[in-house]
T-cell receptor, first 110, second 115 residues
Framework: RKEVEQDPGPFNVPEGATVAFNCTYSNSASQSFFWYRQDCRKEPKLLMSVYSSGNEDGRFTAQLNRASQYISLLIRDSKLSDSATYLCVVRGSSGDKLTFGTGTRLAVRP | GAGVSQSPSNKVTEKGKDVELRCDPISGHTALYWYRQRLGQGLEFLIY????????KSGLPSDRFSAERTGESVSTLTIQRTQQEDSAVYLC?????????????FGQGTRLTVV
């Protein structure tokens, strides 16, 4: 089993749609969780950290389910500019390396 | 510096030549990562440096690949006897490892083309 697993997609959605991505991780002791965004031919950039109680940043909501070992990202009111690959990232404990999922591609159409 | 800096940004080399890629992490970041990303593929972990600990080399694909880091600063990734399958973007990232804000920050990558 991969340490971090994501559905590769692509997810094709119309503008204004709500879309959700899930990511599962294998290490139950993992402590830090992030979502990154990678645009075509660019480096990955942090979208948001994921906190135990869940957190929201504008149209983006991230949630953590420790019991089931998954994190989710919800994007509301999708924009064309949201088209990108979304990477799930997990760190085991302090000092451990970050482990990246292979990413989920999102394409938002007019 | 303000961000992670990688050089060169592009490198074209002939098959069989050695190449060196450089990464300058964010000042104060004890953790440094190297990743490889082939066209249309996900990030492939290569190596992880954390402070004075032995590096995690578990992702290096062959003994042609090696990396060094000087203290908590510059790192170089060396690929010996390059092959065409080594063509990819090589990304470096750095981070803190404890406390708030342990996310990784990436450089813009080195695009390596082996001809």
């Amino acid at each position: 089993r991969k340490e971090v697993e994501q559905d590769p997609g692509p997810f094709n959605v119309p503008e204004g749609a709500t879309v959700a991505f899930n990511c599962t991780y294998s290490n139950s002791a993992s402590q830090s969780f992030f979502w990154y965004r990678q645009d075509c031919r660019k480096e990955p950039k942090l979208l948001m950290s994921v906190y135990s109680s869940g957190n929201e940043d504008g149209r983006f909501t991230a949630q953590l389910n420790r019991a089931s070992q998954y994190i989710s990202l919800l994007i509301r009111d999708s924009k064309l500019s949201d088209s990108a690959t979304y990477l799930c990232v997990v760190r085991g404990s302090s000092g451990d390396k970050l482990t990246f999922g292979t990413g989920t591609r999102l394409a938002v159409r007019p | 510096g303000a961000g992670v800096s990688q050089s060169p940004s592009n490198k074209v080399t002939e098959k069989g030549k050695d190449v060196e890629l450089r990464c300058d992490p964010i000042s104060g970041h004890t953790a440094l990562y190297w990743y490889r990303q082939r066209l249309g593929q996900g990030l492939e972990f290569l190596i992880y440096f954390q402070g004075n600990s032995a590096p995690d080399k578990s992702g290096l694909p062959s003994d042609r690949f090696s990396a060094e880091r000087t203290g908590e600063s510059v790192s170089t990734l060396t690929i010996q006897r390059t092959q065409q399958e080594d063509s990819a973007v090589y990304l470096c990232a750095s981070s803190l490892v404890a406390g708030a804000g342990t996310e990784a920050f990436f450089g813009q990558g080195t695009r390596l083309t082996v001809v």
